[in-house]
């Protein structure tokens, strides 16, 4: 992988973890399930870590971490700057398991051309996070429905 190709991918990942930071701290502050607000406080601090781990893999490699316009709204299918029901759980877990299911797709995708370490371990890292992330949110969405149908 060219070094070109690989500053624009971990600078794609930089956009995507910081506004993941955003995203989840707001969805928190409108969340009206106590559980789920302190889940998504804590998400949001681990996406955080991913931040300063891909702005510090930028600058080991002499470049300066940049931000590529838009990234979450075209991944929900929606134009930028469009504001979401967040007080709606189930829109939060769709939203989130849809930014996660991406986020893994692409670390598993750079994993497979980037052998170096530390790059390696980083990206298996942030890849596990993002697993258990899913895992989560798939789960709560898991037993909404249970809820639902019971009632
Ligand atoms: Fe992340
Ligand atoms: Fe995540």
Do not use: C
Not at 51 to 72: K, S
């Amino acid at each position: 992988m060219d070094q070109q190709a690989l500053m624009r991918s971990l600078n794609w990942f930089y956009s995507l973890e910081v506004e993941q930071v955003d995203l989840y701290r707001t969805q928190a502050q409108a969340a009206t399930d106590i559980y789920l607000q302190q889940v998504l406080t804590r998400v949001a601090a681990i996406e955080q870590e991913h931040v300063i781990n891909l702005e510090a893999e930028i600058r080991r490699r002499g470049a300066t971490p940049t931000r590529l316009g838009a990234v979450i709204a075209p991944l929900l299918g929606m134009a930028a700057g469009t504001v979401l029901n967040w007080t709606n759980t189930r829109i939060v877990l769709w939203a989130d398991i849809t930014l996660e299911e991406k986020a893994m797709a692409d670390y598993k995708r750079l994993i497979l051309k980037v052998a170096e370490k530390p790059l390696f371990d980083l990206l298996w890292d942030h890849l596990i996070d993002e697993d258990l992330h899913t895992a989560w949110f798939s789960n709560k969405l898991k037993e909404l429905d249970r809820v639902a149908r019971r009632s």
